[in-house]
């Protein structure tokens, strides 16, 4: 609302002539708010407040448990009763008289008590794994009292992965808490939540073997997971800075050196609390591990094929054995087993992330004699090859390389091909000559590498020979052999030499 003066000048400038739309522009107003003011003569407008609803706190109360805390109804009921009150002025007495919604607190600090609990938690990140962004989730498990983790970063992660990484984490602790407490959509939880969430079985009967339950927090708990949370956020700020990662197994090397080397063994910033002291005097109060406990897997029905391999995940396993049928694959956190009925015929590690179409067979035994000529063979070790060698030859690649398909796998064998055929210094050379003139072509690039190897193709000089050595009765004999016909390579060069523009 504009002020008493600026409303006393604005009339004032429509008494003397000055338009409405003239005035609008001037004092920045709009021309309905000109015109109100001038059809009220300028004069401040009266403002009546209504009359304040009086609401008897009995009569509320007690409606409240009658209507069983529906507060539209209330609303109805009062109405009913004459007395007229908005649904939002409702709502607001009801607060303040402590009806319905809890009233909040402010975060308590629970003091840590040995062995009282551990906590659970995934969060997702994008991570250059070798300069490419790659989305992962990390999972982390953490002794609250020790401050004590246990970090792993997963591609995919489900109920299986969230069972092998707390399996492979209190394995190597050889302790547990009696509670693990998770949040509302972790994957334990079947539904509901806080005191009245159900754990899906598999989950607590897998709990229930290392001698801990999972427990959800109350949604919109003011102490949300009973203490304050810090485990992501020291992960981003102390784990993630300064560190480059090649792959998926170099950042799981380093997140276990991080977390069960560097970070137990340090001071807290704070409260100078070593993990590795106060875990020393938790042990007492957690529960161990009994020990031979089985990992968990998963079970895949498979069937051994006409040359003997079974597949899983995209690659191929070579199986023992002359017979075909059905067999069991288990697949664990980092292996897998091949079973027919109860034998077991082999057993393999499962391959670095990101192998795809690759045949394993057992180590020290020769690989099988027939292999299948129709599955595809991919050409991603070829292109890693290849862009370490320079960048030019990285920018060559993405340039001249076909997105996807066929095309790409084959400009990729045509270029490594001559890689190998060639050195790397002229290779490099070549291929930066390449990328300067746009050529795509794989011959273009052959031909440039041969235009180079005979460009530098310079007389040798002549050997140096030591006098003594020619007074050696071997020396003599030696040259009087004959000289070694070499003219069969003279024309080696003159089919591929490039042709000229004239």
Not at 49 to 59: M, Q
Not at 254 to 281: C, N
Not at 432 to 456: F, G, M, N, Q, V
Request: proline letters at 6%; one cysteine or more.
């Amino acid at each position: 609302m504009l002020d008493p003066e600026k409303r006393r000048a604005l009339f004032l400038l429509h008494q003397e002539g000055m338009g409405v739309r003239e005035i609008s522009c001037r004092l920045h107003v709009s021309r309905n708010t000109v015109r109100s003011i001038i059809a009220a003569e300028g004069a401040m407008p009266v403002l009546e407040r209504k009359r304040k609803v009086a609401i008897d706190p009995e009569l509320l109360a007690q409606l409240y448990v009658e209507c069983q805390g529906y507060a539209e109804r209330v609303c109805e009921k009062l109405a009913e009763s004459g007395i007229a009150v908005k649904y939002s002025t409702l709502t607001r007495r009801l607060r303040e008289l402590g009806l319905g919604a809890a009233k909040e607190t402010r975060c308590d600090r629970v003091p840590d008590e040995p062995g009282a609990e551990m906590q659970h938690d995934t969060s997702s990140y994008i991570v250059a794994l070798g300069g490419v962004p790659t989305r992962l989730v990390a999972s982390l498990v953490y002794l609250r009292y020790s401050k004590r983790r246990y970090l792993k970063f997963y591609r995919r992660f489900n109920r299986f992965r969230m069972k092998c990484f707390l399996h492979e984490a209190l394995t190597r602790w050889e302790y547990a808490a009696p509670k693990c407490v998770i949040d509302n959509t972790n994957l334990a939880r079947l539904r509901g939540t806080g005191q009245d969430a159900v754990i899906v079985p598999e989950m607590a009967a897998f709990a229930e073997q290392f001698g801990f339950e999972f427990l959800c927090h109350e949604v919109g708990h003011c102490n949300r997971k009973a203490g304050e949370e810090r485990s992501f956020w020291i992960v981003e700020t102390n784990f993630f800075p300064g560190r480059t990662f090649v792959s998926l197994e170099d950042l799981n090397e380093q997140a276990f050196d991080w977390s069960m080397v560097r970070l137990y063994h340090r001071p807290m910033s704070k409260t100078g609390l070593i993990p590795a002291k106060a875990f020393e005097h938790e042990r007492a109060y957690l529960v161990a591990v009994p020990a031979g406990l089985p990992a968990p897997y998963l079970v895949h029905g498979r069937t051994i094929d006409q040359y003997g391999y079974v597949a899983f995940e995209a690659n191929y396993y070579w199986v023992p054995g002359s017979g075909r049928g059905e067999v069991s694959v288990l697949e664990y956190g980092e292996r897998l087993k091949v079973y027919r009925e109860r034998e077991l015929l082999i057993e393999y590690p499962l391959p670095p992330d990101g192998v795809r179409n690759g045949r394993f067979s057992p180590e020290g035994r020769p690989k099988p004699r027939h292999e299948p000529r129709n599955r595809r063979k991919p050409t991603t070790d070829e292109e890693k090859r290849l862009r370490a060698m320079a960048e030019a030859v990285g920018a060559y690649l993405d340039f001249a390389a076909a997105p996807g398909g066929i095309a790409r796998h084959r400009f990729i064998r045509d270029v490594f091909r001559l890689a190998q055929e060639t050195s790397a210094s002229l290779f490099v050379r070549s291929v930066e000559r390449a990328l300067k003139y746009r050529i795509r072509s794989p011959e273009t690039l052959r031909r440039i590498a041969l235009l180079y190897l005979t460009e530098d193709s310079r007389p040798l000089p002549c050997a140096q020979v030591d006098e003594r050595l020619v007074e050696r009765d071997a020396y003599r004999e030696g040259r009087l052999t004959d000289e070694p016909d070499l003219s069969a390579y003279d024309g080696m060069l003159q089919a591929d030499e490039v042709p000229s523009d004239g």
